[in-house]
T-cell receptor
């Protein structure tokens, strides 16, 4: 069965600190996708990144970067020089294709609450 | 492009009642999925619709049902509400022909059952 583990329930940092959110996943699929979503207090899940299982290149987008390591089944997310506006709940998610019949199901981790203090 | 919209945003119901939630996907997106979010269970998949057909269903009782219309709009229904159904219900749409699994979420409907 699919499983996503975000071991850090809560992280608290001071503005301008770098912070890394950990994500470990389990799947039997050979082709899969990994995602990170941000959920601000308003409740809407905001898409941040999609990575497929064949692309292990790290990605950087502004202050955000992602490290995908298939060997350790990890997909970690780093925010550089954190800002108060980064405060939110962050979810890591894994595609679940239900044997190839479905493309609309994601398995989510429990989320990491990030609080950035001024 | 307008995002995913969900109505109503907030709802208060009494145990035993039923409720219908609505979701309008992003234009051009034909896949719609529903998730339930609670503090205890986190984000759990409810069901997925594509071209008016339910393609996948999560592990929820039969009280939870849904449908999708020809314009890709979707509704979910919960009958005989229980206190434990209080949650944030999120709808997501995707254009799977182009970017499978990449889902865009609406703001959610917060349901409170008293």
């Amino acid at each position: 069965a699919q499983k996503v583990t975000q071991a850090q329930t809560e992280i608290s940092v001071v503005e301008k600190e770098d912070v890394t959110l950990d994500c470990v996943y389990e799947t039997r699929d050979t082709t899969y996708y990994l995602f990170w979503y941000k959920q601000p207090p308003s409740g809407e899940l905001v898409f941040l990144i999609r990575r497929n299982s064949f692309d292990e290149q790290n990605e950087i987008s502004g202050r955000y970067s992602w490290n995908f390591q298939k060997s350790t089944s990890s997909f970690n997310f780093t925010i550089t020089a954190s800002q108060v506006v980064d405060s939110a709940v962050y979810f890591c998610a894994l595609s679940d294709n239900a044997g190839g019949t479905s493309y609309g199901k994601l398995t989510f981790g429990q989320g990491t609450i990030l609080t950035v203090h001024p | 492009k307008a995002g995913v919209t969900q109505t109503p945003r907030y709802l208060i119901k009494t145990r035993g009642q039923q409720v219908t939630l609505s979701c309008s996907p992003i234009s051009g997106h034909r896949s719609v999925s529903w998730y339930q979010q609670t503090p205890g269970q986190g984000l759990q998949f409810l069901f997925e619709y594509f071209s008016e057909t339910q393609r996948n269903k999560g592990n929820f009782p039969g009280r939870f049902s849904g449908r999708q219309f020809s314009n890709s709009r979707s509704e979910m229904n919960v009958s005989t509400l229980e206190l434990g159904d209080s949650a944030l219900y999120l709808c997501a749409s995707s254009q799977e022909e182009v970017r499978p699994y990449e889902q865009y979420f609406g703001p959610g409907t917060r349901l409170t059952v008293t």
